[in-house]
């Protein structure tokens, strides 16, 4: 490795501190363990079959919620996920919505309303079934940050 390689790769790191903003001794982004990062918030994909009630305790538990889904890309990033984490072809997950207080009123599991800006092509994979069926889920919550 020659000096121009040094100096390529000085440049390079110091253009991607510039661009995201990270530098030593800055706070980052960082989920627990068994919890994925994107877009700012953290998410947990469960393998283990519970009704909605139950995995909305299990989300709890570990201090997020069932996902509230706010928008196209955060349901692109899911709908990849989920193909990477299904055994089966009917594989399915819980999602933090739900017309438990009024059937066809949909909520999110925070009482805001279903945005519908989503169109019907981000809702094909979304469907209504009983809460006590038991199915995977996927929990959300905010990131922790940590130091540089």
């Given at each position: 490795m020659g000096p121009q390689d040094v100096v390529h790769l000085q440049s390079t790191v110091r253009v991607v501190d510039q661009d995201e903003g990270v530098q030593v001794g800055d706070t980052c982004p960082k989920c627990e363990e068994d919890w994925e990062l994107h877009g700012g918030k953290c998410y947990y994909f469960s393998t283990r079959d519970s009704s909605w009630y139950q995995s909305r305790d299990d989300c709890r538990r570990g201090g997020g919620d069932l996902v509230k889904i706010d928008s196209r890309e955060e349901q692109s990033f899911l709908e990849l996920?989920?193909?990477?984490?299904?055994?089966?072809?009917?594989?399915?997950?819980?999602?933090?919505?739900?017309?438990?207080?009024?059937?066809?009123?949909?909520?999110w599991v925070d009482d805001s309303p279903l945005n519908t800006r989503f169109d019907s092509d981000d809702l094909k994979c979304w469907h209504d079934v009983p809460c006590i069926i038991s199915l995977k889920s996927i929990c959300e919550k905010l990131v922790s940050t940590g130091r540089v």
């Open positions: 996920r989920v193909r990477q984490k299904m055994n089966k072809d009917d594989d399915s997950f819980w999602i933090g919505l739900t017309d438990s207080k009024e059937e066809g009123k949909w909520l």
